[in-house]
DNA sequence: CTGAAAGCGCTAACAC
DNA sequence: GTGTTAGCGCTTTCAG
């Protein structure tokens, strides 16, 4: 027996709309419609266009699509790492978002290098991507100048203030550091310590934190800054170091839950009751403060919202709405656990 | 006086490379070759170009590029979620390693749906991605033709065997599996228990797990199944569940560094000791592992690893190279440390 | 409701 | 080394 050719369709990549067409005996045009506009079809060359498609295994190509279209349906997020929670959840909600308007998520990581952030952009600009989700406000005055000549929206996120190159959804990062010493202050403690990154938002937490402390005339607050990554077994050591070095320290604000999860296993290495000898604030309420043991006190930061805001308001725009809210402050909330 | 204009470019969006071509007296092949194959155009050439494109603003249309010479640049990644540490990791290194080679990554999110992966994919086929990371092994049939017969690419991750559609870089989840229960069982336990995730790969552990555990006279191991996402707080309860209904119970396996460090907070707020009068061992040897205490005993899986090796196995393919290996076993190793 | 014509901005041959 | 000629596969007018 011959064995027989398989009855499957012929190679995505080959069939054009044109074939399609010639199939269905309709013109490109309609097949074009068909894919993009169906309600303007009638139902029976819809029928007929739709077997054909099916028979020949089309797969429209999208970027042929975009170019004649001027419009890639794709928007670029840039994120320091995409291996921190804090930023993955945001970008979680903004691809689930984006996907849901038909769009997709061209992902960058700037490693926390200003040079790279740029290039990146650069990158992205050049394949005509319809919108950019970036991460923190602090981006060069170049490249701000540069993106609003683009004329494409832009959402910054993480941070608020500074001048928004178009659209912003975050939060206060001092005020959530202020928050944060209020906090620790109100339970009575008046030495205060700060373990979190070299980087921009969390020194700005930091900023906020020694501000309100200093309010309150605590005026000396030691801070570890751990060089990013920040990962969770670099808290232990930077807790032991403070703790030599300041013994009279008896609160510490974590930058975010897990290096404060470090630091309740480093507590308990040494047998140092939490939050007796020693209170432990973290920051971002991942869902290991609410594990944690004791159960973690943090700042809590809704960072699934900020990926879904992003995402809403650049399919808005994308979308022609001209008028929705260009700054989005998503706000912050103590969340007071028995670890402070 | 007058004010005038600003020295500043025009939007990238309008210039063309044949504005670029007019400005520096060159044709527009000129400028291609300028942007694609610098080394094939004179010196002097090269500067004017360079200087009318930076003059102008050009920023090339890669979409454009893309449809006339057939290759996006743009690999496609597709994962359960990348709120998850054990993906992220994996996809942070596999971005960084198609950066460096000139490609983007386009993200996908499956959450665990096998009907979102199909349809990612050929949303993805559509914009003709040159290349797709897949995570797991267990695409349905339909999909692995459909993906065969496009041709391109493809590096199925996290999980070796089945027939692979192409290329595969992972390890055997049930090896990994029976390798926990043999050292769960050398260290003298006899009554276990597996808290893991509703899904393939930790699936996949769990079976190896019971078998290694059956073939030493222990045939009986109860197991938690979480549905995805699995998060950290998810663990405490179910060890909680385990110890009422099987209080002979000595040691758990828990399928990501994650939920073992949930069972151990849940085990300090019961005051059990740890390993006394429970064994933990964990998977992924994620740094919360290092940092835990008592320091978490477990599977560790090289996950940046596995996106690098299919990062560079993806870019040598497309580099016209064929003769690289098509199926890469990273393995895996159990760490001993205290909590075991 | 459907079709014909005219590109979108670039690269791939092939000449010169 | 550089330029000329044809498209890549689709969407957009604008007619009918």
Redesign the pocket.
């Given at each position: 027996m011959i064995p027989r050719v398989p009855p499957s369709p012929i190679s995505s990549s080959s069939v054009?709309?044109?074939d399609v067409a010639r199939a269905a005996g309709?013109?490109?045009?309609?097949v074009?419609?068909v894919?993009?506009e169906p309600e303007?079809?009638?139902p029976?060359?819809?029928r007929a266009v739709r077997s054909a498609i099916e028979q020949l295994g089309?797969v429209?190509?999208l970027m042929?699509?975009s170019?004649?279209?001027?419009?890639s349906r794709i928007v670029a997020a840039i994120v320091p790492t995409i291996s921190n929670l804090v930023f993955s959840e945001t970008i979680e909600a903004l691809t689930r978002t984006l996907a849901d308007g038909g769009y997709q998520l061209l992902l960058g990581q700037s490693g926390y290098r200003a040079g790279d952030e740029a290039a990146l952009v650069d990158t992205f600009l050049g394949r005509r991507v319809d919108g950019l989700v970036l991460t923190g406000e602090g981006q060069p005055p170049a490249l701000r100048d540069k993106l609003r000549r683009a004329g494409l929206p832009v959402v910054q996120t993480w941070e608020l203030g500074g001048e928004a190159i178009d659209m912003q959804v975050g939060f206060s990062n001092h005020d959530a550091g202020r928050a944060a010493a209020e906090h620790l202050i109100a339970r009575g403690h008046r030495a205060l310590a700060f373990i979190g990154a070299q980087e921009a938002r969390s020194q700005q937490r930091l900023a906020g934190f020694r501000a309100a402390a200093a309010e309150h005339g605590v005026s000396d607050v030691p801070a570890e800054l751990i060089r990013p990554p920040a990962l969770i077994d670099d808290a232990g050591p930077r807790l032991a170091q403070i703790v030599a070095q300041r013994p009279e320290v008896t609160a510490v604000f974590c930058n975010n839950d897990l290096l404060a999860a470090g630091v309740l296993f480093e507590c308990r290495q040494h047998g140092w009751d939490v939050p007796g000898r020693m209170a432990v604030l973290g920051f971002g309420d991942l869902a290991i403060a609410r594990a944690a043991s004791p159960r973690l006190s943090t700042v809590q930061i809704r960072r699934a919202e900020i990926g879904e805001r992003a995402g809403q308001m650049l399919l808005a725009r994308l979308s022609g709405e001209n008028q929705g809210a260009r700054t989005v402050d998503i706000g912050f909330e103590v969340i007071a656990r028995a670890s402070t």
């Open positions: 054009r709309m044109s309709v013109s490109l045009v309609t074009s419609r894919v993009n303007r079809v009638k029976d060359t819809l089309y429209p190509n042929a699509g170019l004649a279209s001027k419009r």
